[in-house]
């Protein structure tokens, strides 16, 4: 079970702090996806685990193994931990195979063993036949399948991706998620990606950790984070989502303007306090105003005007303006349809939407 222990780490550069006291930890090979918007501290956190960097306060474990305090570091060549970075970083001069078998050369290993895992290291990111080929006879996403190899070809202890599909067009980028799962799911290495795609997150991870100036927001399962979001930032990072901010009215209601809507109340906040009412735009229905008989029981229910609707094929995407500066998305079925300026009524599943508070 051990894996990676983060324990109150803070690291600041002169008087800013990027880390403010972060706990983590990442089971024996599970997938950590360290997700957040640029600046969030995700790219410190690696450097950290790397070694590159020395923490201001806290510590870093792997398994029973003090890997850096404040104290001291251990250097990075001696943690068995592997970095692929975003620019692939592989040399031009050098075939695949022999980038992938450089770190083990360097480490002095029997010639059979190098050829061993060299062979099985290209099986496993299926470059078997680009073996003999130049970088710059690759394509992106081969480039960094040499560099995911490369690192893989070590057998470290733990992985860190940092960003590694940003080069990559959407496409493929799409495509490597999958792929690099599935290498996850052969080798079951301790694994931390840093990402700030919340597709990515969610495709590749066991957990993933949502990061904010430097504080984390939540640890859980792709699932949680997705469907328990602990505040209107984790909910709104993850997928789409309506925010209407409000002010709790205690018992699972908030005010937001002059309505009072209901909802299963995870804000912790006290009667007055700031908190939003979320709800994601898939769980939204608009009817049109003149509509009679709604299924309103169990419903928040908001009427507002149509601002704009495209129309994405599987869905349209309407956005309503419900005044006073208050806009509801809405991800509606795209055989039904509304004119920009229609007056509509949005009903709100309350059991799809929750209160939340802000972030930490
Ligand atoms: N060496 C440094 N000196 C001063 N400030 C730094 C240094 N390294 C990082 N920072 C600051 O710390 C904060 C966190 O940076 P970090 O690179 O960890 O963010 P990030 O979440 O990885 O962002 P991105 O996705 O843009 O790479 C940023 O505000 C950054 O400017």
Same mark, same amino acid.
């Given at each position: 079970m051990s894996g990676i222990r983060i324990k109150n780490l803070r690291k600041s550069f002169g008087t800013y702090t990027a880390l403010h006291g972060i706990d983590l930890q990442v089971p024996n090979g599970t997938l950590l996806a360290l997700l957040?918007?640029?600046?969030?501290g995700k790219s410190t956190t690696l450097q950290l685990l790397a070694g590159f960097e020395a923490p201001t306060e806290g510590e870093i474990w792997a398994d029973d193994v003090l890997l850096s305090s404040a104290r001291g570091v251990l250097p990075p060549e001696k943690r068995g931990i592997s970095l692929v970075f975003? !620019?692939?970083?592989?040399? =031009?001069?050098?075939t695949v195979a022999e980038n992938v078998a450089f770190g083990l050369a360097i480490r002095r290993l029997p010639k059979a063993e190098i050829a061993e895992r060299l062979d099985r290291t290209l099986r496993t990111v299926r470059l078997e036949a680009l073996r &003999?080929?130049?970088?710059?006879? +690759?394509s992106g996403g081969q480039q960094q399948r040499v560099a995911l190899a490369r690192a893989l070809a070590v057998e470290p202890r733990i992985l860190l991706l940092d960003? =590694?599909?940003? !080069? +990559? &067009?959407a496409h493929l980028r799409e495509e490597m998620r999958f792929e690099i799962r599935q290498v996850h799911d052969l080798l079951g290495l301790t694994t931390v990606y840093v990402t700030h795609d919340q597709s990515e997150a969610l495709v590749t991870a066991d957990r993933i950790a949502v990061m904010k100036s430097g504080h984390l927001q939540q640890l859980g399962s792709p699932e949680d984070i997705f469907e328990?979001?602990?505040n209107a930032f984790v909910a709104t990072f993850i997928g789409a989502n309506n925010e209407l901010a409000g002010t709790s009215e205690g018992n699972g209601a908030i005010r937001v303007g002059s309505h009072v809507l209901t909802a299963p109340d995870r804000s912790g906040a006290a009667h007055g306090g700031t908190v939003s009412l979320c709800v994601r735009p898939s769980q939204v229905r608009l009817f049109g105003a003149e509509e009679t008989g709604l299924p309103a029981e169990g419903c928040n229910v908001l009427s507002g005007t149509v601002q704009r609707s495209a129309y994405l094929g599987e869905y349209r995407d309407v956005l309503v303006d419900l005044g006073g500066r208050r806009t509801l998305r809405a991800f509606i079925p795209p055989a039904q349809s509304f004119a920009p300026g229609s007056v509509v009524t949005a009903l709100l599943p309350i059991g799809s939407c929750q209160i939340l508070g802000p972030a930490a």
């Open positions: 957040g918007p640029s600046g969030c975003q !620019n692939y970083a592989v040399w =031009p001069h050098k &003999d080929r130049y970088p710059s006879e +690759l960003e =590694p599909l940003s !080069n +990559l &067009d328990r979001p602990s």
